[in-house]
């Protein structure tokens, strides 16, 4: 029995051994580190003054890897050519800058690595080092602070520039085009606040860019804006405030280019409300041509008749301070077939019409060879307008709520501008129930007017819009269940549309505001809201 309960103890014993081997022998994984790397010490110290080096490194405690340094080092004043910094793809315990540019005498510059610097293992950021020097006798400590917002949409853009030009003798308002500043930083990714910092005293310039080709100057067609109309003198304790904003693009036509039988695309910037298409080279007898604009691209085509037998064509192109001299190449294509389709959605409401258009210009419609027929089989009198830019007929008729309409043309309703005449069409259209839909009665309290009222789906897109002049409330009528952001754009000069601004001409965009958070609208329901604006 001893000799048992002996055994029976060994037996635990070895046991336990076991267990505590096999524990020590499992790997924990420790705790997760946390701690971002820490500057051992720079050559140039931080902060130096009397500056000419050119090459700075900067040593750390562990292991670092530097990540998105094209969006997050900003440089300040920007140098050109740029320095060179290293390791970019590799892990190091330093960090080389190697300076190529001349400095400017008495002048602090800064670079700051936003959160480019991370350690090897966990990718724990340095925040927002900033490494200084000056190359005169002090560092500059002056600021200028604000926040970026957009002028139309609700949220800003990210990775925005904000710039100072210095007012000196060699200004001149076309300075943003062509040179780079005199100071820069950028409102990265988390925030719409911006801060500029170790600048010297004087008068400048107070620029915001979304520069997308990250050369620190403005290009009209690709780059958003935002400006303050008076320089800003620092020292400053204002915080500023800039709109960023797009501008029309200035107008210029492109090359034009024959792409099928007696089409011509031309092509264009910016706005062609007022642009004219003019041939010079000789006309024949009974020519004629039509203009439509293609819905998707900036191109109107210019359609032509009869034949013209040469090997180019001359045409003006004129518009609003602008006239070219264009010539195409002519050759033999084929003419476009007639194609027609439905440009509205097939489930209209209401109040909405149907719209047709077609791929060449269209010239006669013969209303008997028409015909629009409810799901009960009666006739629906019905009227049409004709929209020649967008080359559209758009049919009016009234409708009632879950119903279905069947749109018939018998061959030859329409005619184009070639003679060519359809086959036989049919569209059938439905509507939905209208407690489908929800209704919004909207009041506006502290308005100015003119105002253009619109529901904005969270991507930015007009869903629903209402023009007023005077204090009145405002219907939304039938609208589809979704949550819209409600934005009230002050039409200043009365012209109905949204108006952007512009640097030259130094006007800003026209003031807009959006009611606060996103508003739903449920089917069935009806709402009244009154929207306080500041």
């Known amino acids: 029995m001893n000799r048992l309960l002996s055994n029976l103890v060994l037996l635990i014993v070895i046991g336990l051994l076991f267990a505590q081997c096999a524990n020590r022998g ?8 946390v701690t971002p790397p820490v500057i051992i010490k720079s050559e140039p110290e931080n902060y130096s003054t009397n500056f000419t080096a050119t090459e700075i490194k900067i040593y750390f ?14 440089i300040s004043p920007p140098m050109d050519p740029e320095p060179e ?17 001349t400095l400017q005498p008495n002048t602090t510059y800064a670079f700051n690595f936003g959160e480019s610097i991370v350690d090897n293992n966990e990718s724990n950021p340095y925040p927002y080092y900033r490494y200084v020097f ?8 002056l600021q200028v602070k604000g926040r970026i917002e957009d002028a139309l949409d609700q949220k800003p ?122 041939m010079l080279s000789g006309a024949p007898e009974g020519f004629e041509n039509r203009i439509i604009k293609d819905a998707k691209t900036d191109s109107l085509y210019y359609f032509f008749k009869p034949d013209i037998k040469s090997d180019s064509l001359v045409f003006q192109v004129t518009n609003t301070n602008y006239v070219d001299t264009l010539t195409v190449r002519t050759r033999t294509l084929e003419k476009d077939s007639l194609v027609i389709s439905a440009k509205s ?21 013969d209303k008997n060879k028409i015909s629009i027929m409810a799901k009960d089989s009666s006739n629906v009198e019905f009227a049409t307008n004709f929209e020649a830019l967008s080359n559209s007929y758009v049919f009016k008729f009234n409708k009632q709520e879950e119903n279905a309409y069947k749109i018939q043309l018998l061959p030859g309703a329409i005619k184009d501008f070639f003679g060519a005449e359809n086959d036989s069409l049919d569209f059938t259209i439905r509507t939905r129930a209208l407690s489908d839909y929800g209704n919004l009665r909207l009041t506006l309290q502290n308005a100015v007017y003119p105002v253009i009222v619109q529901l904005v789906s969270p991507q930015g897109e007009v869903k629903a819009e209402l023009y007023s002049t005077k204090p009145e409330p405002l219907d939304f009528i039938h609208i589809t269940p979704a949550n819209y952001l409600i934005r009230v754009i002050y039409d200043t000069n009365g012209n109905k549309k949204y108006d952007t601004g512009n640097y030259l001409k130094k006007i800003q965009p026209e003031r807009v505001s959006y009611y606060p958070g996103l508003f739903e609208i449920r089917t069935n329901y009806d709402y009244i809201e009154t929207f306080t604006l500041k």
């Open 61 to 74: 405690d562990e292991y670092i890897k530097i990540k998105n340094l094209q969006k997050q080092l900003i």
């Open 134 to 141: 000056s190359t005169g006798t002090y560092i500059d400590s």
């Open 157 to 278: 853009e990210e990775f925005v520039s904000v710039m100072l030009y210095e007012v000196d003798s060699t200004f001149t308002d076309s300075i943003i085009y062509t040179k780079k500043p005199k100071y820069i930083t950028n409102t990265l990714d988390s925030t719409s606040t911006f801060q500029l910092d170790n600048l010297k005293a004087g008068k400048y310039l107070l620029v915001a860019l979304k520069d997308e080709n990250n050369n620190y100057t403005f290009q009209q067609k690709e780059d958003k804006i935002g400006f303050r109309k008076a320089f800003i003198t620092v020292p400053t304790d204002t915080s500023y405030v800039l709109s960023l904003f797009k501008e029309v693009t200035n107008f210029k036509a492109a090359r034009p280019s024959l792409i099928s039988g007696n089409k011509i695309a031309f092509g264009f910037e910016g706005d062609a409300e007022n642009m004219k298409i003019n």
């Open 26 to 33: 499992t790997p924990s994984g420790g705790e997760k580190d």
């Open 345 to 365: 959605a097939l489930n209209l409401k209401l109040s909405e019409d149907f719209v047709m258009t077609a791929n060449i210009p269209l010239v006669a419609l």
């Open 85 to 101: 910094v290293t390791p970019l793809s590799s892990a190091s315990k330093y960090i080389t800058i190697k300076i190529f540019d």
